[in-house]
Nanobody, 117 residues
């Protein structure tokens, strides 16, 4: 089992910045990709950004150029640095870990990001 704990959400004004962190613990040896998804009220959960153990990143078009994902394999952590936040970035942000050998996806409990003036 993998346990994911997110931190760093909060309230920010449009144009502001936030940094989300996610720490993984437990049986983490098979994880080869971690990332962030988000879900706004009334909408489906969507991918924000992912990073593989080798450092390959993928971003949603809506966040390219504004968000940066980074990983620390030694600390089993992934971080999402968010700049130029917009009201449409408001959502519950979930950390995700993927184990391809098990075909298993693990999720954190989520951290709220609210962008509002």
């Amino acid at each position: 089992q993998v346990h994911l704990v997110e931190s760093g959400g909060g309230l920010v004004q449009p144009g502001g910045s936030l940094r989300l962190s996610c720490a993984a613990s437990g049986s983490i040896g098979g994880i080869n990709r971690m990332g962030w998804y988000r879900q706004a009220p009334g909408k489906e959960r969507e991918l924000v950004a992912t990073i593989t153990a080798g450092g390959t990143t993928i971003y949603a078009d809506s966040v390219k150029g504004r968000f940066t994902i980074s990983g620390d394999n030694a600390k089993n952590m992934v971080t999402l640095q968010m700049y130029s936040l917009k009201p449409e970035d408001t959502a519950l942000y979930y950390c995700n870990a993927y184990m391809p050998l098990l075909g298993a996806m693990f999720w954190g409990q989520g951290t709220q990001v609210t962008c509002s003036s």
